[in-house]
Every structure is written in structure tokens, then in C-alpha cells.
């Protein structure tokens, strides 16, 4: 989901860390190291990476800017092929009846079987374009807070991971109980107080 929809979910996170120096080098150097790579002609189900907010399908970070004032502004993409399993149950079926006519056998052992359905799996990945989804990224690094354009846990998994991969720093979500942690200049008491704490559910 993009920061220019007509409906947007957010998560806000807290960037905990800061670069010693060469901030725009740092930060264009992490985005380019772990740009999304393509998979379509790959036997690779999924894979995840940035991307230019302006152009996502074509990242390219050498000719494009992704600076606005104190903010970077870029997009996470994650690409992911989506095999009906009854499309693989079919090509198994058939993989596994071929070769056991062509080895004039019975049956396969489960480690054998498990063998066949991954050689399957990957020929049928080949054949299979990624979708793509793309989620942007807003990122005040003067303010240390970062705007994640998703609430899907998934994505926000990936996010968090390549982050911490890209520039060895570290992405605190923002919810109530972190938000009271963190801003709220706690006393040692309060602190033990609020790790005790529950959510209230409020469905009779």
C-alpha cells in the first residue's frame, strides 16, 4: 500500500541507533546492497528488497533521489509467486508415476518423494511470474521516527529484518505499551508496574 492511496495503514516505528557519520552515504549504500532482486526466470519463491518510491518496478538508486527535506523516501517490495497447490499436486502425480514406470519400481521412500515435489516446485517456479507488492517507507532521520506504509504482520517481519540488515540499526514499533516505555519517564516502580499489564477486553 502506497503513501499516496486514498486510504493508507500506517505502523510508526522509533529507530533506535545512529550513523557516526556520512549519513546519505550510509543510508544510499544499505539501499543499494539490498535492492529487490528479480525472480521471475529463478527457482525462487520469494524474495524481498527496496525500491525507488518513484519508479518500483525498475529500482535504480544511482540516478534516483530519495531524499525530501530530513526524510529518506523509498519502498519495500516483496515479490512472491503464488503456485495453486493442486497445480503442483498435479505435476507431482504425474513426476512421480513417470518415474517409477521408468525405474520399474513400487514406491519411493519419503525422502525421495520430498526430492521430486521440491525439483516440481522449482520447475513450476520458473514458469510462474512474482507478484510484486510494495509498501512505502518514510523515514525522518533527524526525528528518529519511521512511517511504514502496512499494518500486515508479514510484511512488517520483513521490514524490521532487512532494516536491521541494511543499516545495523534497530526498528522499535510504536504501540501504546512501547510508546509509555520509551517517552514516558518512568520511575523503576512505574516500569515494573507496566510490564505487569494486561490488555482489557472489552466483548462480554
Not at 524474495?47 to 535504480?60: E, H, K, Q, V
Not at 493442486?86 to 514406470?101: N, S
Not at 541494511?166 to 510504536?174: D, G, V
Amino acid at each position: 500500500m502506497g503513501m499516496l492511496s486514498s486510504s493508507v495503514s500506517i505502523t510508526r516505528y522509533m529507530v533506535k541507533g545512529k550513523f557516526k557519520s556520512a549519513l546519505v552515504k550510509t543510508v544510499m549504500e544499505g539501499l543499494k546492497k539490498n535492492t529487490i532482486m528479480e525472480i521471475d526466470n529463478e527457482p525462487i519463491q520469494q524474495t524481498a528488497g527496496w525500491t525507488s518510491f518513484s519508479n518500483p518496478y525498475l529500482p535504480d538508486f544511482e540516478n534516483t533521489s530519495c531524499i525530501i527535506g530530513t526524510c529518506f523516501i523509498f519502498s519495500l517490495r516483496i515479490d512472491k509467486k503464488n503456485i495453486p497447490s493442486k497445480i503442483i499436486k498435479k505435476h507431482y502425480t504425474h513426476e512421480v508415476a513417470k518415474r517409477l514406470t521408468e525405474s520399474q519400481r513400487e514406491h519411493f521412500s519419503k525422502n525421495e518423494k520430498k526430492a521430486i515435489k521440491e525439483k516440481v516446485t522449482n520447475t513450476l517456479s520458473l514458469r510462474v511470474p512474482a507478484t510484486p507488492n510494495i509498501y512505502d517507507v518514510l523515514w525522518n532521520y533527524e526525528s528518529s521516527f519511521l512511517w511504514f506504509f502496512s499494518n500486515q504482520k508479514k510484511a512488517n517481519e520483513e521490514l524490521e529484518t532487512i532494516f536491521l540488515k541494511s543499516f545495523n540499526l534497530t526498528l522499535i514499533r510504536l504501540f501504546p505499551y512501547t510508546m509509555a516505555d520509551l517517552a514516558a519517564d518512568l520511575t523503576d516502580q512505574e516500569h515494573d508496574l507496566l510490564s505487569t499489564l494486561s490488555p482489557t477486553s472489552f466483548v462480554g
